[in-house]
């Protein structure tokens, strides 16, 4: 990845920046998991869901996207909190959001480029979650700018396993699995 310079964005291996990059994270936890069956249908939060290697959660409309980057998408507890404030709102349902995981004490910034288990599955960070013109309908007017920046990121699926309410969520070392 580079900048608008050509430079890279990456710090450069064992700077310091590398190392505050690399340093510890507080485990997560997993605080909502929804599912989302097909196109536009309401999203169904569930007790625990099966993370299938390659594909997303199954039941959800994303784990028939076989080996694309957003098998699974995840938002911050904190990030429907600030959502809320930028709309004045008491607070923001998961289910708005259309994400499949809320986590909750973990700042998903650290998982960039970083694989990280959540409950018996280990996953890979795949990109941001941007928000779609949806959020206008969801949230109402304004909707899509308070969630920019706050949308979350997308994962893909490396080994399968179940993920439940109150799993940890831990980023994983290198060659740690």
């Known amino acids: 990845m580079t900048r608008d310079d050509g430079r ?3 710090p450069a291996p064992g700077s310091m920046l590398a190392r505050l990059i690399d340093g510890p994270v507080a485990p997560g936890r997993v605080a909502w998991i929804g599912l989302r069956p097909a196109r536009r249908a309401p999203v169904e939060a569930v007790a625990s869901a099966m993370a299938e ?3 997303g959660l199954a039941g959800d409309r994303y784990a028939s996207n076989r080996n694309g980057a957003r098998q699974v998408t995840l938002v911050a507890v904190e990030h ?3 959502v809320a404030g930028y709309l ?3 607070n923001v349902a998961p289910e708005r959001l259309r994400r499949n995981i809320v986590v909750s004490g973990l700042n998903l910034a650290a998982l960039k480029q970083r694989r990280f288990r959540i409950g018996e599955a280990v ?3 795949s990109g941001e ?3 779609c013109s949806r959020m206008e309908e969801e949230l109402g007017a304004g909707g899509y700018n308070a969630t920019r920046g706050h949308g979350g990121i997308t994962a893909r699926v490396l080994e399968g396993g179940l993920i439940r309410l109150d799993d940890p969520v831990l980023r994983l070392l290198d060659g740690e699995d």
């Open 123 to 125: 996953l890979e960070y």
């Open 53 to 55: 290697p390659g594909q």
């Open 129 to 131: 979650c941007h928000p």
């Open 80 to 82: 429907l909190r600030a």
């Open 88 to 90: 004045s709102l008491e």
């Open 8 to 10: 890279s964005h990456a």
